[in-house]
Each structure stands twice: as C-alpha cells, then as structure tokens.
C-alpha cells in the first residue's frame, strides 16, 4: 500500500517561505513521478507541480511559475515544494500526490493534505 505523508505546512506572512515535503512508502520511490496539488475552499483541486523520476523534468501551474520549486530525493524517498514570495491566494490545503509511471500522468495515490495558510 502506497503511503504519502506531508509535512511543512503553517501560517505564514504574504511574501514569506515555507518547504513543504511528501515523505513516501509502500513503492520503489525512484520510479514514479512525484506532484503536488492544492484546493482552497469553495475552490477545485489545482494543479501546482510536477517532477519526473529523475528530477530532470519539472513542470508548474502558472499561478505559481517563478515562486515555487518542486524537487526529490530518491535516496530519500521524499519530494519537496518550496514556496517562496507567498501571496495570500496560495492559502490551501496541499496534496503530494504519486503517479504510475516514470513521466507525470494522472496520478493514482494521494497524500492527507497540509494546510498552508498565508496572512496579508
């Protein structure tokens, strides 16, 4: 069984940092491709990022382009968001999610969700 825990999240200031991290289990890490969703209240699940297994390729909503990083650690078995100059729109609970294959598609696990919550 597939399991995706995240962490990181918390209040923060409008132009501050936070690192999110999604600690995985249960698969061979290193084979899939790893992303990361969000869905504010009242809102739909957003597309933030994505990473391939390797780390070579990534890919961003553009809400969120040039502000946040998306990274892993195979050794690990961790992927990472980094999210800086925050902006009180980025409030929303954040999912890491797994993919099936080795290239980002839909993905098939889903982590519980940290909130992120952003003051002006």
């Known amino acids: 069984q597939v399991q995706l825990v995240e962490a990181g999240g918390g209040l923060v200031q409008a132009g501050g940092s936070l690192r999110l991290s999604c600690a995985a289990s249960?698969?061979?890490?290193?084979?899939?491709?790893m992303g990361w969703f969000r869905q504010a209240p009242g809102k739909e699940r957003e597309f933030v990022a994505s990473?391939?297994?390797?780390?070579?390729?990534?890919y961003y909503g553009d809400s969120v382009k040039g502000r946040f990083t998306i990274s892993r650690v195979n050794a690990k078995n961790t992927v990472y968001l980094q999210m800086a100059s925050l902006r009180p729109e980025d409030t929303a609970v954040y999912y890491c999610?797994?993919?099936?294959?080795?290239?980002?598609?839909?993905?098939?696990?889903w982590g519980q969700g940290t909130q992120v919550t952003v003051s002006s």
């Open positions: 999610a797994s993919s099936p294959s080795r290239t980002w598609v839909q993905p098939d696990y």
């Open positions: 249960g698969r061979t890490f290193s084979n899939y491709a």
């Open positions: 990473i391939n297994w390797s780390g070579a390729n990534t």
